[in-house]
């Protein structure tokens, strides 16, 4: 089946406890990204990655870190959890649309999303 | 900068009834859309894609179409059912920047048997 697995679901720490949220996926994507949920922001992505050893910064990077060695994982690092990253997080897979060629062809960049990571910091 | 808006926020319907559900978008330089549900605390289904070539797609009883020019998408959704309640969002990948999915602000469903 094909999926997103993100682990763990729940988490509860402690500020300035060093955490990382594991998220693999089983369907050779290139793309990985990961979003947070926030109350009235909606969804805003985070990092992202468009292959392995490649990774950039989204929307709101401050405060996490993330490596991309595989190709199905991309962890995401919290180095020194504030309260303020208390939030659902989700990681997310997909193709990519790549250019020329490849890009006439319309592909199915299809997302496929992660259950969540519900992280508390207290 | 693309925004994406869903309206209404929130829409309360009885069971059977037709539904839809808007989406509407400011830059139509997009690659695809897709519609997600979401339950309480719980991940993203992907629902739908369209791709920027397609005017609509269907999926049992949930239809979805697009209207490039006009920056908008709507959410059919056939004689709705209490296991329908949930978030639904509509995100949009652009041309530049296509490594995003940028998301509208969601619409909360409520079908009350």
């Known amino acids: 089946e094909a999926q997103v697995t993100q682990n763990p679901r729940y988490l509860i720490t402690v500020t300035g406890k060093k955490l990382t949220v594991t998220c693999s996926q089983n369907?050779?994507?290139?793309?990985m990204s990961w979003y947070r949920q926030d109350p009235g922001l909606g969804l805003r992505q985070i990092y992202y990655?468009?292959?392995?050893?490649?990774?950039d910064k989204g929307d709101v990077p401050e405060g996490y870190k993330v490596s991309r060695k595989e190709k199905r994982n991309f962890p995401l690092i919290l180095e020194s959890p504030s309260p303020n990253q208390t939030s659902l997080y989700f990681c997310?897979?997909?193709?990519?649309?790549?250019?020329?060629?490849?890009?006439?062809?319309?592909?199915?960049?299809?997302?496929?999303f992660g259950q969540g990571t519900r992280l508390t910091v207290v | 900068k693309q925004e994406v808006t869903q309206i209404p926020a929130a829409l309360s319907v009885p069971e059977g009834e037709n539904l839809v559900l808007n989406c509407s978008f400011t830059?139509?330089?997009?690659?695809?859309l897709q519609w997600f549900r979401q339950d309480p605390g719980k991940g993203l289904t992907s629902l739908l894609l369209?791709?920027?070539?397609?005017r609509e797609q269907t999926s049992g009883r949930l239809n979805a179409s697009l209207d490039k020019s006009s920056g908008r998408s709507t959410l059919y959704i056939a004689a709705s059912q209490p296991g329908d309640s949930a978030t639904y969002l509509c995100?949009?990948?652009?041309?530049?920047?296509?490594?995003?999915?940028?998301f509208g602000t969601g619409t909360r469903l409520l079908v009350s048997p």
């Open positions: 995100a949009v990948r652009r041309i530049t920047g296509f490594q995003k999915l940028v």
């Open positions: 369209i791709q920027s070539s397609q």
């Open positions: 990655s468009m292959n392995v050893e490649v990774t």
């Open positions: 997310a897979s997909s193709l990519s649309p790549g250019t020329g060629f490849r890009n006439l062809l319309a592909l199915n960049t299809e997302a496929f």
């Open positions: 369907m050779n994507h290139e793309y």
């Open positions: 830059d139509s330089a997009i690659y695809n």
